[in-house]
């Protein structure tokens, strides 16, 4: 079975960090989401992959090529305008020729693909949504179902207490090749708003099931923050890089500590990184690859990217640096977002 990744949002909402980046190549604990994405999903069994990029398409294509090096071939449907989920969907359309898998990549989520596999066939629809369970419903789109599944309707940001359930889609589907019959060509279309509403009304079938394990939209600063502090705190258990040297520290490769230096915890340091003299680094932080942090630095709360410099004296909290970005000595960054290409900007 392919699996279709949607990749091709402008990541509006995370911008600086996201101008000359798709969105879901944003760095989670020093490694773009797409490629822990793809890792999971090759072991679940997929080995064939399409996606679906318009913003910045060669940043993937790139770092990707045909997937050889991740074991996995992967092929690419460039969108020549934003063509929302289903016009994505439809726009791969010559790709997918049986039944698959659709997967927004810019939601952080690890799924188990058998028992969503095993629903879908039993219940004989065109499509399976993946639905999570929230504490509160009110700011999304809410599903109401029957006893054996089968959704009866999207209710749209409904009141806490009107909410027919928690459930909401998770943003992966299983969906059969003739889905592409209900997706009109060469526009942006919504599958959320258009194509499942539709697919509900004509009784083509179309059922959830919640897909348990950790679940997060990353596509606001605090939300991607979040995520990183949830790896940290081993809520979300992503594989990390490094070791762990003492608990709730984990280091890579080659990092130089200066004298009296400090790690407070929980803190993931990447490959290469030189910190100086009585810098302190955490709680909650994680330090990109080849990135320096000079002497007296406090860094808490904050995300570098790869090969970031903090120069001497520099405080930082509550901020992300975007890959390559130089924090001028003595500076009080606090709740910033910055890209080396576009400057600060406040969180």
């Known amino acids: 079975m392919k699996a279709l990744l949607l990749a091709g ?7 600086p960090l996201t101008e000359n980046l798709p969105k879901p190549m944003a760095p989670i604990a020093n490694r773009p989401w797409l490629e822990h994405l793809i890792t999971h999903l090759h072991e679940q ?21 045909d997937g050889r090096n991740w074991g996995v071939k992967i092929e690419y449907a460039i969108e020549p305008f934003p063509m929302g989920t289903a016009g994505a969907i439809k726009n791969a359309e010559r790709l997918l020729d049986e039944r698959f898998l659709v997967v927004n990549a810019d939601i952080v989520h690890l799924p188990q693909l058998i ?3 095993e629903f879908h066939r039993q219940h004989g629809g065109i499509a399976t949504i993946a639905l999570t369970e929230v504490e509160d419903p009110s700011s999304y789109g809410v599903v109401e179902q029957d006893e054996t599944g089968k959704i009866l309707r999207f209710i749209e940001k409904p009141r806490r207490e009107e909410a027919p ?11 059969e ?4 019959r209900y997706i009109p060509a060469q526009r942006e279309v919504s599958i959320e708003r258009e194509t499942f509403p539709r ?6 079938g179309v059922y959830g099931i919640v897909s348990s394990g950790y679940w997060n939209d990353m596509g606001t600063p605090v939300r991607y923050r979040q995520v990183h502090w949830d790896v940290l705190d081993r809520r979300f258990s ?13 280091v890579g490769e080659d990092v130089e500590f200066g004298s009296g230096s400090l790690l407070v915890p929980p803190v993931l340091i990447g490959n290469k990184v030189k910190i100086g003299d009585q810098a302190v680094i955490g709680p909650y932080a994680v330090i990109g690859n080849n990135c320096y942090i000079g002497a007296r630095v406090h860094c808490s709360n904050t995300i570098l990217w790869d090969r970031s410099v903090v120069r001497d004296g520099s405080r930082l909290s509550n901020s992300i640096f975007g890959y390559r970005t130089v924090a001028p000595a003595g500076e009080v960054f606090s709740g910033s977002i910055i890209n080396q290409s576009r400057g600060v900007m406040q969180a």
């Open 165 to 175: 359930s928690n459930r909401i889609n998770a943003g992966l589907y299983i969906l």
């Open 177 to 180: 090749p003739e889905v592409m």
């Open 9 to 15: 949002g402008l990541g509006t909402r995370l911008r």
């Open 115 to 117: 028992p969503l596999l």
């Open 199 to 204: 697919l509900i009304q004509e009784g083509a």
């Open 45 to 65: 069994g997929v080995d064939q992959f399409v996606i679906a990029a318009h913003h910045c398409s060669d940043v993937i294509r790139r770092h990707f090529g």
């Open 238 to 250: 992503l594989l990390m890089n490094g070791r762990q040297v003492q608990p709730g520290v984990w």
